[in-house]
């Protein structure tokens, strides 16, 4: 789990001092336990359901996003190698893509707080890519 953080802090977009590996080790040892600090004040806050459809709301986007990357790929690069065909190319995924999207509105239905919290973790952390995208670039 300490890996996209470590990732994170060398490329600039996360404080730097995540992006260091311990030479004794050859692990990201203070990623992994900022990590695992998060964890356990998030399990400490007894709040372990709304942490679940939180973290459904977080898989959802990304499933619909992946769907989304395969029509934007084939309209950017029609002509470029696939090692992997996408099943019955665009019906499959646009379905997967509309089921997606009908599962996202369901949950933020039934689940309005943390879809409330959800939307504000997504609006801070598009600000703050924003911003650290300005100070990442050379």
Same mark, same amino acid.
């Given at each position: ?9 060398? @490329?600039?977009? $996360? ?43 977080? !898989?959802? @986007? ?6 989304? $990357? ?23 995924? !646009? @379905? ?13 239905? @039934? ?7 959800? !939307? ?19």
């Amino acid at each position: 789990a300490g890996r996209p953080a470590l990732e994170l802090g060398r @490329t600039g977009y $996360a404080p730097s001092f995540l992006g260091r590996i311990d030479p004794r080790t050859g692990t990201p040892v203070i990623a992994l336990v900022v990590n695992a600090l998060i964890g356990i004040v998030a399990i400490l806050s007894s709040r372990t359901g709304d942490l679940i459809v939180l973290s459904g709301f977080g !898989a959802v @986007t990304l499933y619909a996003l992946s769907m989304l $990357a395969i029509f934007a790929l084939r309209r950017r690069a029609p002509d470029l190698p696939r090692p992997f065909r996408a099943v019955a190319y665009p019906w499959f995924p !646009a @379905t997967a893509l509309a089921l997606a999207l009908v599962s996202l509105g369901a949950m933020a239905w @039934t689940n309005r707080g943390v879809a409330l919290v959800y !939307a504000g973790i997504l609006a801070g952390a598009a600000a703050y890519w924003r911003l650290a995208s300005r100070r990442a670039r050379p």
